[in-house]
């Protein structure tokens, strides 16, 4: 078993949260934690009223681990995990089934907020000292906090979610295009002079003049905003 895998749990637990609508609480009752766990019946199903407050206050303390790291206070951030590992009871056991060489498993004991929460911590530790501490986020896509890990292989990954990537890709040509920047956001050189402003043309011949690069960067932020609206995006044919 790959435990760097359970460090989806410390994301999904987090963002839970959603910190820009406090009504939307993913943990408000046991109905909503049950929806949580629908994917993993084994935890769903025995998950009880006394689990909730456990879930939430981990929630909090997985959340400022991301919180630190993203202001780079690594050590602070070791330093919650280091407690986190103390506080929950972690119960590693060597397995082997299924034709499968001997590896490593958290036994399932337990009742499913310690469960829940050695499986979190856990995958969390592992990520963080096997691919480096660098790889915990917070999304970049204003108001959005939402937290992820980076597992691309250049750390390049800045948004939550393809979502969050479209909508913040869509306020930056909108920037630029307040700004009076081209479409592609390049800036003159030092000691060149800012294009001319193009000349007006006819309201009929608009379409004519219009720059194939601009016309086209146009049209695909417009699909890109009906994605972000949860539309479909429409179909787009050649200029």
């Known amino acids: 078993m790959d435990l760097i895998s359970y460090a989806d749990y410390a994301v999904r637990l987090v963002n839970t949260a959603d910190l820009t609508r406090p009504v939307r609480d993913g ?31 981990l929630r909090g303390e997985l959340r400022e681990v991301f919180e630190s790291v993203d202001r780079r206070e690594t050590r602070r951030a070791v330093k919650l ?38 499986g979190a911590v856990m995958g969390l530790t592992v990520l963080v000292t096997e691919l480096g501490i660098d790889r915990l986020g917070i999304c970049q896509a204003a108001p959005c906090r939402n937290v ?31 700004e009076g920047r081209p479409a592609s956001g390049r800036r003159p050189l030092p000691g060149q002079p800012s294009p001319a402003p193009r000349r007006p043309v006819a309201q009929e011949d608009s379409s004519d003049h219009e720059p194939v690069r601009d016309r086209a960067e146009r049209r695909a932020v417009a699909a890109s905003e009906r994605v972000v609206a949860g539309q479909p995006p429409s179909v787009i044919l050649p200029a």
Request: charged residues 30%.
């Open 27 to 57: 943990l408000r009752d046991i109905a909503a934690l049950r929806s949580f766990l629908a994917g993993q019946p084994h935890l769903a199903d025995r998950a009880t009223d006394s689990d909730l407050p456990e879930l939430v206050a």
């Open 148 to 178: 992820f890990v980076d597992t691309s292989t250049n750390r390049s990954r800045r948004y939550c979610s393809d979502r969050c990537a479209t909508r913040a890709n869509v306020a930056a040509y909108r920037a630029r295009k307040r």
């Open 81 to 118: 995990l280091t407690r986190l590992l103390v506080e929950h009871t972690i119960r590693p056991q060597i397995s082997g089934h299924d034709d499968v060489d001997w590896h490593l498993h958290l036994t399932e004991e337990g009742g499913t907020a310690e469960r829940y929460a050695a």
